[in-house]
């Protein structure tokens, strides 16, 4: 009995040590958080990140403007149209080597390579993207051309610069049913038309035209310029139709009167 009891105060006085122990074990792992050792800043940069991450997410996540709003892919009443020239003849004479047209909701409904009628020479990848692979498959001239005659025929057409568009396909397209960017009066500074890359970041907060040219961007680009000023746009070419109209039927009142005054003179 009296060895156990000399072994029990023995085993009594070890238990606040361990306890000690355990406490600077505790402290010493806190510190670590704040160490300037790599290893122990492992679970902070993991903390770190989870912490950036709502935020990261949202960068991400933010929405490209010139997405379609959904994905109704019908010939809509208002369209858009872009195109893509190569080199022919000497090479500083252009032809259709790529044509996109989207809806109003900014979906594709045409996107075609074309194959001139003459040899390329230059194909002027550097802006218009377009290479010779993309040309061996292409759908002849004609056939895109007929193709894209039917799908803007009675339909109001958006576009930058759409007359070398229309020249480029031997289009041609009623004026009161053009919508072009690079005329659109708010649109333009001191009288000169803008670049339709510097609306797109002025207006729409959207860069394109960075290297080679994709006409789906510069379509949907110049779909959604009108769409957000529609209403003023349309005030305004309404405006206008009357205006021509009342000039039209003054000239008109003028003329039988010009006819009575010469017919006096004559008698």
């Known amino acids: 009995m009296s060895s156990e009891r000399k072994k029990n105060p023995e085993h009594f ?12 074990l505790k402290s010493s792992a806190k510190p670590s958080r704040h160490s300037k050792n790599p290893q122990s800043e492992t679970p902070n940069s993991i903390l770190g990140k989870r912490k950036e991450r709502p935020n990261s997410e949202t960068d991400d996540a933010k929405p490209n403007p010139l997405m379609p709003t959904n994905d109704d892919s019908s010939v809509t009443d208002v369209l858009a149209m872009d195109c893509e020239m190569v080199g022919v003849g000497q090479g500083n004479k252009s032809a259709l080597g790529r044509v996109t047209v989207v809806n109003k909701w900014r979906n594709v409904i045409y996107d075609e390579f074309v194959r001139p009628v003459e040899r390329v020479v230059d194909f002027r990848t550097h802006i218009s993207g377009i290479r010779p692979r ?27 610069a759409l007359h070398n568009d229309l020249k480029a396909l031997l289009l041609t ?19 000169r038309r803008k670049a339709l890359r510097h609306l797109a970041a002025e207006v729409l907060g959207v860069e394109i035209q960075n290297g080679e040219h994709c006409p789906v961007d510069d379509a949907r680009a110049a779909m959604l310029l009108y769409s957000k000023h529609r209403k003023e746009w349309e005030r305004s070419v309404k405006d206008q139709l009357r205006l021509k109209e009342k000039q039209k039927k003054r000239k008109q009142r003028k003329k039988p009167k010009a006819d ?8």
């Open 13 to 24: 006085q070890l238990n606040p040590n361990w306890a000690q122990l355990q406490q600077k």
């Open 134 to 160: 993309d040309l061996r498959k292409a759908k002849d001239f004609r056939v895109v051309q007929k193709k894209v005659a039917e799908l803007i025929k009675g339909r109001i057409l958006v576009g930058h």
């Open 260 to 267: 009575i005054n010469h017919s006096l003179i004559a008698s």
């Open 173 to 191: 397209h009623p004026k009161k049913d053009l919508r072009d960017t690079s005329e659109f009066q708010p649109f333009l500074k001191e009288g």
